[in-house]
């Protein structure tokens, strides 16, 4: 599988089954800035995130899950909600930290996959009440918990992450309702979808928030597949103040 630089130019073609090719995307990929917040979907032409069975995995193809993949690797942390737990396959990165976002600490169902690589690591955010359910529902797993109150800020909540496991990258999974939480706070949205989109929106989906933001689209790729892989950043200067 190869992706396809498509801009900026000049057009250029990378191999994702050798190592200078998967090291090139790696570079071009890399975080913007000291801190970020980026958040990566796969989208439909409509903007939608889920498939008619409730999850990503019919909207999943081509080069995108090799990318999340390398994406995952330059990140310092991947943040990901409960819900998608309990909807779709979510491995345990092998070298990232994991982070799960749930108020409620019902994990029960969850469909959270581990490898066996020595860099898995699992963080659970949530109030501390939740402890004993979270480690029933997680039973076989190493999880640290991340204590969190019920009305915290994504200000608060990204400035906990960041003391608790030392990160300045962070990357955002989904699903929705964690992508709209944390917002106002992202600094780069990386979008995929299967066929140009039905808006004007340069991939950005219609409902996502803040439309007002100095999104500049810094990249555009396309694969094998043809899926398109667009890639928006704050501009210098516009970017929100990173929590720490």
Same mark, same amino acid.
């Given at each position: 599988?190869n992706?396809?630089?498509?801009?900026?130019?000049?057009?250029?073609?990378?191999s994702?089954?050798?190592?200078?090719?998967?090291?090139?995307v790696?570079?071009?990929?890399?975080?913007? &800035?000291t801190?970020?917040?980026?958040?990566?979907?796969?989208?439909?032409?409509?903007?939608?995130?889920?498939?008619?069975a409730?999850?990503?995995t019919?909207l999943?193809l081509?080069?995108?899950r090799?990318?999340?993949?390398i994406?995952?690797? &330059?990140?310092?942390?991947?943040?990901?909600?409960?819900s998608?737990?309990?909807?779709?396959?979510?491995?345990?990165?092998?070298?990232?930290?994991?982070?799960?976002l749930?108020?409620s600490?019902?994990?029960h169902?969850?469909?959270?996959?581990?490898?066996?690589?020595e860099?898995e690591?699992?963080?659970?955010?949530t109030p501390?009440?939740?402890?004993?359910r979270?480690?029933d529902?997680l039973?076989?797993?190493?999880?640290?918990?991340?204590?969190?109150?019920?009305?915290?800020?994504?200000e608060?909540?990204?400035?906990?992450?960041?003391?608790?496991?030392g990160a300045?990258?962070?990357?955002?999974?989904?699903?929705?309702?964690?992508w709209?939480?944390?917002a106002p706070l992202?600094t780069?949205?990386?979008?995929a979808?299967?066929?140009?989109?039905?808006?004007s929106?340069q991939?950005?989906?219609?409902?996502?928030?803040?439309?007002?933001?100095?999104?500049?689209?810094?990249?555009?790729?396309?694969?094998?597949?043809?899926?398109?892989?667009?890639?928006?950043?704050i501009?210098?200067?516009?970017?929100?103040?990173p929590a720490?």
């Amino acid at each position: 599988m190869n992706l396809y630089r498509v801009f900026p130019q000049p057009p250029a073609a990378f191999s994702l089954t050798d190592t200078d090719g998967i090291s090139e995307v790696r570079s071009a990929y890399s975080p913007v &800035g000291t801190d970020s917040v980026r958040t990566i979907m796969v989208t439909s032409p409509l903007g939608e995130t889920l498939d008619s069975a409730g999850s990503s995995t019919a909207l999943s193809l081509g080069a995108d899950r090799r990318l999340l993949g390398i994406v995952r690797e &330059g990140s310092d942390a991947v943040i990901v909600g409960a819900s998608t737990l309990r909807a779709e396959p979510v491995p345990l990165p092998r070298t990232t930290p994991l982070v799960v976002l749930t108020r409620s600490g019902d994990l029960h169902g969850h469909q959270l996959v581990s490898r066996g690589a020595e860099g898995e690591r699992l963080v659970v955010a949530t109030p501390q009440r939740n402890a004993d359910r979270v480690r029933d529902a997680l039973e076989g797993f190493t999880v640290e918990l991340l204590d969190i109150g019920d009305d915290i800020s994504a200000e608060a909540l990204v400035g906990n992450i960041r003391s608790h496991l030392g990160a300045d990258h962070l990357l955002v999974e989904g699903g929705r309702t964690t992508w709209e939480y944390l917002a106002p706070l992202t600094t780069e949205l990386l979008i995929a979808t299967a066929a140009p989109p039905l808006n004007s929106r340069q991939g950005i989906p219609p409902w996502w928030p803040v439309p007002e933001r100095p999104w500049d689209m810094a990249s555009l790729f396309t694969d094998d597949a043809r899926m398109l892989y667009y890639r928006h950043v704050i501009p210098e200067g516009g970017a929100p103040s990173p929590a720490r």
